[in-house]
């Protein structure tokens, strides 16, 4: 079946560092990815919304300076969140479809980042 | 600027069957209705999603009104498992796998 893995499941970085997530898809193409936050006050927020071959587009407020992502095949897909601090704070989330059909999105299980 | 409202929250036993109910009074000829569950720590689970017909899965029936301005999922026989936050979202076709979420409906389930 289709799945979407991601890792690390939980992460703890100091203040200041940086943190890479990946986002990997099994059983289906990955030819769209959307990368979400979601708060300690459980609100979602996107991210950005990566389609391969075409460009990264960043919501307002996020911006590629702060949350690189990378999209290099239909499979994977990593984010890095540079600079961490408090607020970076949350759950992390890869959703991933293949464009052209009906699939729904489907996601990961998250990425937890904690910041001290 | 949600364009799905749900109940903040419903309360059920289990072996009930659940409905809960969603309105998109706006919706668009190209948007489609999703459902996904989210229990603490995981990622949305995809419950299920429709157009216009209505739709039947393992996890779930969706009832779609004939005009699309609401919709409602129904659980069948619900267990302690099937405690979650259920979303309601509508995703535009093209949009890729961009989708808008809300606070959702908080589903308690008693034994």
């Known amino acids: 079946g289709a799945l979407v893995y991601q890792y690390p499941r939980r992460t703890i970085c100091k203040s200041g560092t940086s943190m890479r997530m990946e986002c990997q898809a099994v059983g289906f193409q990955a030819t769209s990815v959307a990368w979400y936050r979601q708060s300690p006050q459980k609100t979602f927020e996107l991210i950005a919304l990566?389609?391969?071959?075409?460009?990264?587009?960043?919501e307002q407020n996020f911006t590629q300076e702060k949350f690189p992502i990378s999209h290099p095949n239909l499979s994977f897909s990593s984010m890095t969140v540079l600079n961490a601090y408090l607020e970076d704070r949350g759950l992390y989330l890869c959703g991933a479809r293949e464009t052209g059909g009906n699939q729904a999105p489907l996601f990961g299980e998250g990425t937890r980042l904690s910041v001290l | 600027d949600a364009k799905t409202t749900q109940p903040d929250s419903m309360e059920s036993t289990e072996g009930e069957t659940v409905h809960l109910p969603c309105s998109h009074a706006?919706?668009?000829?190209?948007?489609?209705i999703y459902w996904y569950r989210q229990v603490p720590l995981q990622g949305p689970e995809y419950v299920t999603h429709g157009l216009q017909q209505n739709t039947t899965n393992s996890m779930a029936f969706l009832a779609i009104a004939s005009d699309r301005k609401s919709s409602t999922l129904i659980l069948p026989h619900v267990s302690l498992r099937d405690a979650a936050v259920y979303h309601c979202?509508?995703?535009?076709?093209?949009?890729?796998?961009?989708?808008?979420f809300g606070k959702g409906a908080k589903l308690t389930v008693s034994p």
């Open positions: 706006t919706i668009s000829g190209n948007e489609y």
């Open positions: 990566s389609t391969v071959n075409s460009a990264i587009k960043y």
């Open positions: 979202i509508l995703r535009a076709q093209g949009t890729g796998s961009k989708l808008s």
